[in-house]
């Protein structure tokens, strides 16, 4: 069982930049690789970012390319999202996920997800 707790949401204007955490309880953090979705009101939630548990390998959703920039640190258990150039679009609830499986843009392939933390960029 793993329990992810996410904080670093906040209300922000276009252009700033906001750095979420993602907190993983247990000892096999690095087995897992992590991602992060987004979900804003009326909307599907949609894949953001990933990375493998070693942290060699990323992906990205095109819109947030050359934007934002997953890592994580597994010696904290902890996974990071830093967002700049923050658009009105991006605003959202961000839930960070863990998989057991291979990286992955689907949700289905996620095992434990976090509660979310609301990230709201005004124009």
């Known amino acids: 069982q793993v329990q992810l707790v996410e904080s670093g949401g906040g209300l922000v204007q276009a252009g700033d930049s906001l750095r979420l955490s993602c907190a993983a309880s247990?000892?096999?953090?690095?087995?897992?690789?992590m991602g992060w979705f987004r979900q804003a009101p009326g909307k599907e939630r949609e894949f953001v970012a990933t990375i493998t548990g070693s942290g060699e390998s990323t992906y990205y959703e095109d819109s947030v390319k050359g934007r934002f920039t997953i890592s994580r640190d597994n010696a904290k258990n902890t996974v990071y999202l830093q967002m700049n150039s923050l658009k009105p679009e991006d605003t959202a609830v961000y839930y960070c996920?863990?998989?057991?499986?291979?990286?992955?843009?689907?949700?289905?392939?996620?095992?434990?997800w976090g509660q979310g933390t609301q990230v709201t960029v005004s124009s």
């Open positions: 996920a863990a998989s057991r499986a291979k990286i992955s843009s689907t949700s289905s392939w996620y095992d434990y």
């Open positions: 247990g000892r096999t953090f690095a087995s897992y690789c």
